[in-house]
């Protein structure tokens, strides 16, 4: 529960944070430019990402924990976790030094090497947390498959990737080119992304809620394949 809690925050100050920043645009601007340095709260930003980051790994924890041995359970989980931590160094270990779409001298700056390591940073964490999440749907899938407990999630996973890299890769490339629009479409990516998570979360819920009930341990029924196998459980 904590898990969802924690992605309800996210989703609360993706649609909600902007109304705080003077100037700022939830159709045209990035959700972290609600983080930079030159931001009217920062802090506010970086408290709400780490949640949202924490959260994640929580996620990714109790997977690795429900999964197979070897790369078939271990892949899906450290790629949400990667995903976690890339969102909380987002904050305040690597803020944007300023606003390009706010601030007229930002763009000329990093044109020119004038930024920061940690305004570069903040990118390439952005760029590898995102990436992390869309492999983990696949490698989630692969993980899914053949165990008879998650049903016919393997087969919605792997639709649900190959629609993300369809609908969000036009998306992102259409607003590359009309310029006006980018903070409407990640927030459209973000809220998929959260929609994601929490369908795990709740997911495990519904695996191990009614085992507490019981009395059973929520890993004593847990998957132990070698890699590649037959999904079994132990007895």
Sequence with gaps: MASIA???VWLAFIAFGGLLEPGYSEARDAVSFL???DAAH?????TVVAVSGLSVIAVASALLLDGPRGWR???GPALIALTGLAQILDGFPFPADC???IDAGCHARELAGEVSWQHVAHGWTYFIGATALLLSVFAMAWRFHGDVRWRRADLLALVAGLLAIAIFGGLFFATSNSGGHYGAVQRFALVAAIAWIAALALALL???GHRRLMGESPVGRRANAAE???MQSDP
């Excluded at 920062?42 to 970086?46: E, G």
């Design 6 to 8: 924690g992605q309800l």
């Design 35 to 37: 983080g930079a340095r």
């Design 42 to 46: 920062p802090w506010l930003f970086d």
């Design 73 to 75: 359970g271990r892949l």
């Design 99 to 101: 606003r390009e779409t």
């Design 206 to 208: 519904d695996l191990y």
């Design 228 to 230: 590649g196998g037959e």
